[in-house]
C-alpha cells in the first residue's frame, strides 16, 4: 500500500494505513485466507529531516509494525531515503557469491560449458 502525506499529517496518514491493512485483514478472512502480521512491513520514506521527526508506527490488532530502514520488494531492496546504495550492495555480495561457486566448479567443466555458465550468470 501506499499513501503520500505531508509532515504534519503522518498521524492520519498512519492511521489511513492502520484502517486500510485492517479492511484487507477482514476481507482475507472472509475468504479464508489469513494476513500475516509478522511478515508486514512499513516504510517511510522522505528526507533525513522529515524522517528524523515523524516516523508512526501501526496498531494491528495486537502487533505492532513499526518503520524499518529498509525493506525488499519484488527483489528490490528499498531505502528510506530512496537511495540505491543498500540494493547495490546487495545486488554485488551475491554476485560476488556466485562468481565464487563459480571458480570452484570451473575445474570440472570444459569450456563450452563454463561459457553457457557465464553468459547465464550474466544475462
Not at 528526507?47 to 502487533?63: E, F, I, T
Amino acid at each position: 500500500m501506499y499513501l503520500h502525506c505531508h509532515l504534519e499529517d503522518t498521524t492520519a496518514a498512519a492511521a489511513q494505513l492502520t484502517d486500510c491493512v485492517i479492511d484487507v485483514s477482514r476481507w482475507m478472512t472472509a475468504n479464508r485466507l489469513r494476513l500475516n502480521t509478522d511478515k508486514t512491513e512499513l516504510l517511510w520514506t522522505g528526507s533525513r529531516h522529515s524522517l528524523s521527526q515523524a516516523c508512526p508506527a501501526l496498531q494491528l490488532a495486537a502487533d505492532t509494525v513499526t518503520a524499518r530502514d529498509q525493506v525488499r520488494l519484488l527483489g528490490v531492496t528499498i531505502s528510506a531515503d530512496l537511495s540505491l546504495d543498500r540494493h547495490v550492495s546487495v545486488v554485488s555480495e551475491t554476485s560476488f557469491h556466485s562468481l565464487r561457486q563459480l571458480r570452484r566448479v570451473r575445474r570440472s567443466l570444459d569450456t563450452e560449458s563454463t561459457a553457457t555458465l557465464v553468459h547465464a550468470f550474466v544475462t
